[in-house]
Nanobody, 121 residues
Framework: VQLQASGGGLVQTGGSLRLSCAASGSSFSTYVMAWYRQAPGKQRELVAV???????RYPDSVKGRFTISRDNAKNTVYLQMDKLKAEDTAVYYC????????????????WGQGTQVTVSS
């Protein structure tokens, strides 16, 4: 599967952005989809996961502000980001993955190219 992320940009603190990640290839609906971000000098951080059935999970750092969703008919996953903070500034990547035997999300080596989000104070 090939992934194409878009929607990044410059926004003021407290503003909103919606990122999109379009997938090509078959079986999009079977993948667990996720968004990560990586700020300069920091490790890549998982910010949202959505299962093939639509269950979602977020770390505390974005819970209540970010919403992941998917449209299987359009082979697209979204990340709605509200109440943005300066610390949300990063390059955002989408990923297609699966689940382990225990049901945990496992990222596959399918990554979008990244889209820059910059939040100015």
């Amino acid at each position: 599967v090939q992934l194409q992320a878009s929607g990044g940009g410059l926004v003021q603190t407290g503003g909103s952005l919606r990122l999109s990640c379009a997938a090509s290839g078959s079986s999009f609906s079977t993948y667990v989809m996720a968004w990560y971000r990586q700020a300069p000098g920091k490790q890549r951080e998982l910010v949202a996961v959505i299962s093939s059935g639509g269950s979602t999970r977020y770390p505390d750092s974005v819970k209540g502000r970010f919403t992941i969703s998917r449209d299987n008919a359009k082979n697209t996953v979204y990340l709605q980001m509200d109440k943005l903070k300066a610390e949300d500034t990063a390059v955002y990547y989408c990923n297609a993955g699966g689940t382990s035997v225990s049901g945990e999300y496992v990222p596959y080596d399918y990554w979008g190219q990244g889209t820059q989000v910059t939040v100015s104070s």
